[in-house]
């Protein structure tokens, strides 16, 4: 159903190709996450390989600013693993250095709403079981930067565009 959609954001043609690799490498990435709490190296590199290979292909002239994403999406989220190492692991900093691969500057958003998300739903189980246990409850965090991902495929450049007509 998401290469469907993908192929209906973004069109039956080349434009599609990074969109439909993409969901293919989130979704088995979001299940064996939440199983197992662990996001395969296999699967974030050959993700990796996979974008840069149809960028390279379908729009080389794109592939430095999608590098650029992937640097800074894994170091934003490399400061976090620095400063709390218990509470995401280097498999997250992986995904979203992929994710900059795939999205180019919509790893912005994707981004922010990974993270928000993750945040919402942190919120409500410590709402639920109470501070001192919610603190200690792990959950996985490669199924909401998947979610964010989602995000920013289908709405990322709107919401870029809108950010820097609003405010740049």
Do not use: Q
Request: glycine share 12%; proline share 5%; aromatic share 8%.
């Amino acid at each position: 159903m998401l290469c469907a959609l993908v192929v209906v954001a973004k069109g039956a043609d080349e434009d599609a190709l990074l969109g439909i690799a993409f969901v293919l490498v989130l979704v088995p990435i979001t299940l064996i996450d939440l199983d197992v709490r662990l996001i395969p190296n296999s699967l974030t590199i050959a993700g990796a390989i996979a974008a840069l290979v149809i960028l390279a292909v379908v729009e080389p002239g794109d592939l430095p600013e999608h590098l650029i994403a992937a640097a800074a999406a894994g170091v934003f989220l490399f400061v976090f693993v620095l400063a709390y190492p218990r509470g995401m692991g280097m498999g997250d900093v992986k995904l979203a250095a992929m994710m900059g691969l795939f999205l180019g500057r919509s790893v912005a958003p994707a981004l922010f709403a990974g993270v928000l998300a993750g945040a919402i739903v942190g919120a409500v189980i410590i709402a639920r079981v109470g501070v001192e246990k919610g603190r200690k409850t792990a959950i996985p965090f490669g199924p909401y930067l998947a979610f964010g991902g989602l995000v920013g495929l289908f709405a990322g450049d709107a919401l870029v565009d809108w950010y820097l007509d609003t405010f740049a």
